[in-house]
């Protein structure tokens, strides 16, 4: 016989204890405990293919109605083929090639001037090798002189496209003229004949200040950049004078 508490088989139908629960077989086999019926929740669809308990047969464990989500939360989904691809890129406007061409300008249209060998000393490593480039300083061409807020002046100059040491030589010359004590700061900016007016200057650029502190002095200061400031192979110049 089979205990109505557990299920289990008994061999002996004359126990009268059940050999794994260790209940009385003969008070349970009178009184057997009421099953409920599974109830599925309010609202919730019937279940499919469940079958009732028969009598005598062990506990009966309902189906449960819980259905596995296609989707489990928090997992990133694939994505189809369509999806995984770059959007189109957007056709450029009519300004962005106006910018991509005004960039185009910025292709050389003369050659270098090549000049004399630059000297050992350069980049120059004392205030005295810098002012001594002075001397090879090319011919130019004024092309504004303009009083800026404050103290400052900006001053544009032309000259043949050279390389960093004549054109650092040529910027040298200029401020030499033009440096006085009722401007504090002067900028010169070299151009060269048929350069792009993208940046404020392609042939270097000079930027001089007077009276600077530093620490507790105060200084002269220069600092000098070839080309566009913004070569890979450029050169910067920076130095300092005890002020006057």
Same mark, same amino acid.
């Given at each position: 016989?089979?205990?109505?508490?557990?299920?289990?088989?008994?061999?002996?139908? *004359? !126990?009268?204890?059940?050999?794994?629960? $260790?209940?009385?077989?003969?008070?349970?086999?009178?009184?057997?405990?009421? %099953?409920?019926?599974?109830?599925?929740?309010?609202?919730?669809?019937? #279940?499919?293919?469940?079958?009732?308990?028969?009598?005598?047969?062990?506990?009966?464990?309902?189906? *449960? /109605?819980?259905?596995?989500?296609?989707?489990?939360?928090?997992?990133?989904? #694939?994505?189809?083929?369509?999806?995984?691809?770059?959007?189109?890129?957007?056709?450029? *406007?009519?300004?962005?090639? !106006?910018?991509?061409?005004?960039?185009?300008?910025?292709?050389?249209?003369?050659?270098?001037?090549?000049?004399? %060998?630059?000297?050992? *000393?350069?980049?120059?490593?004392?205030? !005295? +090798?810098?002012? !001594?480039?002075?001397?090879?300083?090319?011919?130019?061409?004024? &092309?504004?002189?303009? +009083? $800026?807020?404050?103290?400052?002046?900006?001053?544009?100059?032309?000259?043949?496209?050279?390389?960093?040491?004549?054109?650092?030589?040529?910027?040298?010359?200029? &401020?030499?003229?033009?440096?006085?004590?009722?401007?504090?700061?002067?900028?010169?900016?070299? /151009?060269?004949? +048929?350069?792009?007016?993208?940046?404020?200057?392609?042939?270097?650029?000079?930027?001089?200040?007077?009276?600077?502190?530093?620490? /507790?002095?105060?200084?002269?200061?220069?600092?000098?950049?070839?080309?566009?400031?913004?070569?890979?192979?450029?050169?910067?110049?920076?130095?300092?004078?005890?002020?006057?």
């Amino acid at each position: 016989m089979r205990c109505p508490y557990c299920g289990e088989p008994n061999n002996n139908a *004359s !126990a009268s204890f059940c050999i794994r629960c $260790g209940r009385d077989l003969k008070t349970g086999a009178q009184v057997r405990p009421r %099953q409920r019926s599974f109830q599925p929740p309010q609202g919730a669809p019937a #279940p499919h293919n469940m079958s009732q308990p028969q009598p005598g047969s062990g506990p009966y464990y309902a189906p *449960s /109605s819980y259905q596995v989500p296609a989707t489990i939360p928090g997992q990133r989904q #694939p994505s189809t083929p369509a999806q995984s691809g770059r959007a189109a890129r957007p056709k450029a *406007s009519s300004g962005q090639v !106006a910018r991509r061409e005004e960039l185009n300008l910025l292709t050389p249209i003369m050659a270098p001037v090549q000049g004399p %060998q630059a000297p050992e *000393s350069f980049p120059p490593r004392t205030f !005295a +090798q810098l002012i !001594a480039l002075e001397r090879e300083a090319l011919d130019y061409k004024v &092309l504004s002189d303009d +009083q $800026g807020y404050g103290r400052k002046k900006i001053i544009k100059i032309e000259f043949a496209r050279s390389v960093p040491w004549l054109q650092v030589a040529t910027l040298l010359n200029v &401020l030499s003229k033009y440096r006085s004590t009722s401007s504090d700061t002067i900028i010169i900016q070299g /151009s060269y004949p +048929q350069s792009s007016n993208l940046y404020d200057f392609s042939n270097g650029q000079l930027q001089y200040d007077h009276n600077v502190r530093l620490g /507790s002095q105060m200084v002269d200061r220069y600092l000098i950049d070839s080309g566009t400031g913004l070569e890979s192979d450029g050169v910067r110049i920076v130095f300092t004078e005890r002020g006057n």
